[in-house]
């Protein structure tokens, strides 16, 4: 293990922070807990109203590794960027407000580093929590570089706040871009890969928290748009041409139509991602599934749900809504699956119902 230095530290974390006072305190802790000690912490506290600057200052006075700049709000992509600019460390590790990092993280990430120079970026697998710390499911990310590399094709296999970068690929992939604001991390790990190979880690480096704050469930759109804008350039990045995101400000539903990117490709992206937040928030956080099936049936257009699939959504909020203790909303959600799949004889109605009595037998006592 590496000894403790001031000057130059091995690994800069770098954090940024809004209105981010609810779970503050446990992150902070889960870094500076830390059994790798060589470490600095950057946090940007992006213009926060609440009690996070009096937070962050109580925690370095207490250790001088944490090293924290506040600024009027700029947004998180920003902020990231002028914490990678400030930061002293060889490698990057990513940190966000609202996650908890487990103790032998930074030990396991840079010692796979050290050992594999031409690893660029690492994550690792990631146990999703909800607001109470509860585990509500462990990811299975591929793991190797070449497996990482044919699943960015379709989707971002590496999770953020995991991720530890080797600073000068960070800085030569060129940071984060800010037309990707708030969804900002898909694109750089494809720019990366260009440069680098990926892995991820076999073993569970954080917990990932999920709660009614969470961007990831707040900008469902926003960051499908992002993620097809992202593989659309990295795809004629691979057959020669220049980047053209290099000068974007903004994804734009204009700039998706250049990239051939249709509506109907955001309305399945938007969708598919609803429904693996229904099914990882299903069986331990059953409001948390619930809000995130009326964004799925708020998706409308080409491309949106068909009448079967709404049908089938509804008979799950059905069973979500008993096991919440409101049978009458749920008898309500069945029959709303039953108007939008109605067939000869009434089969759809004794399927919907035998569904919903085997979500009654499962209920919890």
């Given amino acids: 293990m590496k000894s403790e230095s001031v000057n130059s530290p091995t690994v800069s974390v770098v954090m940024s922070v809004y209105n981010g006072q609810e779970f503050l305190s446990e992150a902070v802790e889960s870094i500076l807990g830390q059994t790798f000690r060589d470490f600095e912490f950057v946090v ?13 200052a109580a925690f370095a006075a207490r250790d001088g590794r944490l090293r ?34 487990l103790p ?24 999703m929590i909800n607001a109470q710390g509860q585990i509500l499911h462990v990811t299975q990310p591929p793991l190797q570089d070449s497996e990482i590399k044919k699943a960015m094709l379709h989707y971002n296999p590496m999770c953020h706040p995991t991720v530890l970068i080797r600073k000068h690929i960070a800085l030569e992939a060129g940071g984060y871009r800010m037309a ?38 707040r900008y469902v759109k926003h960051q499908a748009m992002c993620s097809l804008a992202a593989c659309a350039a990295a795809a004629l990045r691979r057959g020669g041409s220049s980047d053209p995101l290099s000068d974007a ?38 409001e948390g599934a619930l809000r995130a099936i009326r964004g799925l049936l708020q998706t409308r ?7 079967s699939e709404r049908a089938d959504i509804w008979l799950q909020a059905a069973g979500l809504h008993y096991r919440q203790g409101r049978p009458a909303r749920a008898l309500i959600s069945v029959g709303r699956a039953v108007l939008a799949r109605p067939v000869v004889a009434g089969r759809p109605v ?5 569904r919903l009595a085997a979500a009654l037998r499962n209920r919890p006592a």
Avoid: C
């Fill in 249 to 286: 400000k903004e994804i734009t539903p204009q700039l998706l139509d250049n990239l051939v990117v249709t509506p109907a490709d955001v309305q399945r992206t938007v969708a598919s991602a609803y429904q693996y937040w229904i099914e990882v928030l299903g069986p331990r956080d059953p």
């Fill in 180 to 217: 990707f604001s708030e969804s900002e991390d898909y694109d750089l790990w494809l720019r990366i890969s260009e440069r680098s190979r990926l892995a991820n880690l076999s073993k569970p480096i954080l917990q990932y928290r999920l709660h009614p704050g969470q961007a990831s469930l």
């Fill in 68 to 101: 924290v700049l506040r600024h009027e709000n700029k947004g998180r992509t920003a902020s990231l960027n002028v914490g990678i600019s400030l930061a002293q460390g060889k490698y990057i590790a990513r940190m966000d407000a609202d996650d908890v990092a």
């Fill in 301 to 307: 257009g080409p491309g949106g749900i068909e009448q």
């Fill in 350 to 354: 004794k399927r919907a119902l035998t």
């Fill in 104 to 127: 032998h993280r930074l030990d396991e990430q840079v010692d796979f580093m050290e050992r594999h120079p031409e690893v660029g970026l690492l994550g690792g697998v990631v146990e």
């Fill in 44 to 56: 940007i506290d992006d213009g926060s109203a609440d009690r996070t600057a009096e937070i962050l």
